[in-house]
């Protein structure tokens, strides 16, 4: 079975602190994301990695930045958490170019 | 633009079928997905739809129409366990997800 395991379920943040979201993915899979989910928004891509050391920007990379340094590891950085990061972040994992993302359970942020 | 669109809430009856739609104008096509996330868990894979047609698998199905932009999920046979979100994602010209806002569904004895 494919793992996802994300550092954390329930964080609290203060604003202007500095967030670090941890992912990392068992089954060697090349492409990982992070996403946010906000009720009624749905899944929000901030980025995408296809490769380690590779990143690209998804729909919403506004205040975000991502590290990718070991394939099986991929990490979400707030440089200075906002009020309005607050929200449901899900990394996932893809083998492959088409196929089905494997999700990990989420972190929920509360930033203050 | 990318444009998703499903019903935020539906209700049904356990041991009834139900069918959730959902319409899409997407840059690029390259199939959709349906994942099922119950509160506060992770999404799971249901369906994978690039052809149009019907694709059945156990009491879950999905159909897919590319030229009317349009897919939907049938549930057969509830159960109270079916009581989730559902989403629909379509795989776009650049092979990222993009999702529509979720499908509540309550399953009602």
Redesign the interface.
Same mark, same amino acid.
């Given at each position: 079975d494919v793992k /996802?395991t994300q550092s954390s379920r329930y964080l609290v943040k203060r604003t202007g602190e500095k967030v670090f979201l941890e992912c990392v993915q068992d089954m060697d899979h090349e492409n990982m *994301?992070w !996403?946010r989910q906000d009720p $009624? =928004? +749905? =899944?929000? =891509?901030i980025y995408?990695s296809y490769d380690v050391k590779m990143k690209e920007k $998804?729909d919403i990379p506004e205040g975000y930045s991502v590290s990718r340094e070991k394939k099986e590891r991929f990490s979400l950085i707030l440089e200075s958490a906002s009020t309005n990061q607050t929200s449901m972040y =899900?990394c996932a994992s893809r083998q492959g /170019? /088409?196929g089905?993302? !494997? *999700? +990990?359970? $989420?972190t929920r942020l509360t930033v203050t | 633009g990318q444009n998703i669109d499903q019903p935020t809430e539906m209700t049904a009856t356990e041991g009834a079928i139900v069918q959730i739609n959902c319409t899409y104008q997407t840059s690029g096509f390259n199939g959709l997905f349906w994942y099922q996330q119950h509160a506060g868990e992770a999404p799971t894979f249901l369906s994978y739809n690039v052809l149009d047609g019907l694709e059945e698998k156990g009491r879950f199905s999905s159909f897919l129409s590319r030229s009317k932009g349009y897919s939907y999920l049938l549930l057969k046979e509830l159960q109270m366990k079916d009581s989730a979100s559902y989403l629909c994602a379509v795989n776009n010209a650049g092979n990222m997800l993009t999702f529509g806002g979720g499908t509540r569904l309550m399953v009602k004895p």
């Open positions: /996802v *994301f !996403y $009624g =928004l +749905g =899944l929000r =891509l995408f $998804g =899900l /170019v /088409v089905e993302q !494997y *999700f +990990g359970p $989420g | -």
